[in-house]
Nanobody, 114 residues
Framework: QVQLVESGGGLAQPGESLRLSCVAS????????LGWYRQGPGNQRELVAE??????VYGDSVKGRFSISNENVPNQANLQMNNLVPEDTAVYYC?????????WGQGTQVTVSS
C-alpha cells in the first residue's frame, strides 16, 4: 500500500514563508506525478504545484511566490511558500499519481492571518 505523509504548515502572517513536505512510501515502482493541491473555505480543490514528467507546473495564483522541488529524490515533494497572503489560507493536500493510481494525503492546514 502507498502512503503519502505530509509535514509542515501552520500559521503565518502575510508576507511570511512556510514550507510543506510530502513523502511517498510503500511499494513504489514508478511515480508519474507528485505535488500539492489546496482547498480553501467554500472553494473547490485546486492545483498549487506539481512535479510531472515534463517538469514542475504551478497554479496561476501562486506563480512567482511558491516553488516545488524534490532535491532529486523522486518520492518527495517539498513546497516552499513565500510572500504568503490571506487568500493562501486552505487545507493543503499532497497528491500522488503512482503506478497509475491517485493517492491523497490527509491534508495539513495553512492559515495566513495578521
Amino acid at each position: 500500500q502507498v502512503q503519502l505523509v505530509e509535514s509542515g504548515g501552520g500559521l503565518a502572517q502575510p508576507g511570511e514563508s512556510l514550507r510543506l513536505s510530502c513523502v511517498a512510501s510503500g511499494m513504489i515502482f514508478s511515480i508519474n506525478a507528485l505535488g500539492w493541491y489546496r482547498q480553501g473555505p467554500g472553494n473547490q480543490r485546486e492545483l498549487v504545484a506539481e512535479i510531472r514528467g515534463v517538469g514542475a507546473v504551478y497554479g496561476d495564483s501562486v506563480k512567482g511566490r511558491f516553488s516545488i522541488s524534490n532535491e532529486n529524490v523522486p518520492n518527495q515533494a517539498n513546497l516552499q511558500m513565500n510572500n504568503l497572503v490571506p487568500e493562501d489560507t486552505a487545507v493543503y493536500y499532497c497528491k500522488g499519481l503512482i503506478q497509475g493510481r491517485t493517492y491523497w494525503g490527509q491534508g495539513t492546514q495553512v492559515t495566513v492571518s495578521s
